[in-house]
């Protein structure tokens, strides 16, 4: 079984959607970190949390530490948005981090 | 703003042959790893290295992998006799501590034919 699972693997919006990409986790985290991988193969990191929620522009990430849980939220969507989006968590006793599938997102004009 | 370079962008090699990545992590960054993903698949972890030796390794770094960090600067993965499924995108990351976020470097595309 897989440590961290994501869900839905692929997912097509018009721009201006909500998009919600969820992950879940079976191992106790140090923190839960969402990263996006542009078509190109780069990764860039675009939270790192370890409880509540984070929003940075149109991105918000929450947490729930007790059910083993996490969403990445895209409000007002754009195409510039699509992407791969990757859940990692990295684990209290080091610093490695273990990736999930990833989420591939479309947005249409 | 800083950020983790790699160098080469893409590396074709042949069977057998010996490859060396090369990456400049952010200057002030304590801890430093290497993940690769095979095309399709999902990033998984190679090796974490921190105070000038390893401080985690997948079952993926056998003996055939090493890491250097020769001069300060430079962190450096070596595959000494490279095989097909080798054949991956490499990336470094580095980070200021436990705490903190990982910056990646944009990767290198390894070919092995």
């Known amino acids: 079984k897989n440590e961290v699972e994501q869900s839905p693997q692929n997912l097509t919006a018009q721009e201006g959607e909500f998009i919600t990409i969820n992950c879940s986790y079976s191992v106790g985290i140090s923190a839960l970190h969402w990263l996006q991988q542009h078509p190109g193969g780069g990764i860039v990191s675009l939270f790192m949390?370890?409880?509540g929620k984070k929003k940075h522009g149109r991105l918000i990430a929450t947490i729930n530490i007790q059910e083993k849980h996490s969403s990445l939220h895209i409000t007002a969507s754009h195409p510039r948005d699509s992407a791969v989006y990757i859940c990692?968590?990295?684990?209290?006793?080091?610093?490695?981090?273990?990736f999930g599938g990833g989420t591939r997102v479309l947005v249409k004009p | 703003e800083p950020e983790v370079t790699q160098t080469p962008s893409h590396q074709v090699t042949q069977m057998g042959q010996e490859v060396i990545l090369r990456c400049v992590p952010i200057s002030n960054h304590l801890y430093f790893y290497w993940y690769r993903q095979i095309l399709g698949q999902k990033v998984e972890f190679l090796v974490s290295?921190?105070?000038?030796?390893?401080?985690?390794k997948s079952e993926i770094f056998d003996d055939q992998f090493s890491v250097e960090r020769p001069d300060g600067s430079n962190f450096t993965l070596k595959i000494r006799s490279t095989k097909l499924e080798d054949s991956a995108m490499y990336f470094c990351a580095s980070n200021r501590g436990s705490v903190y976020e990982q910056y990646f470097g944009p990767g290198t595309r390894l070919t092995v034919t």
């Open positions: 990692a968590v990295s684990r209290a006793a080091g610093n490695k981090l273990t």
């Open positions: 290295f921190y105070n000038n030796e390893i401080s985690e």
């Open positions: 949390l370890s409880s």
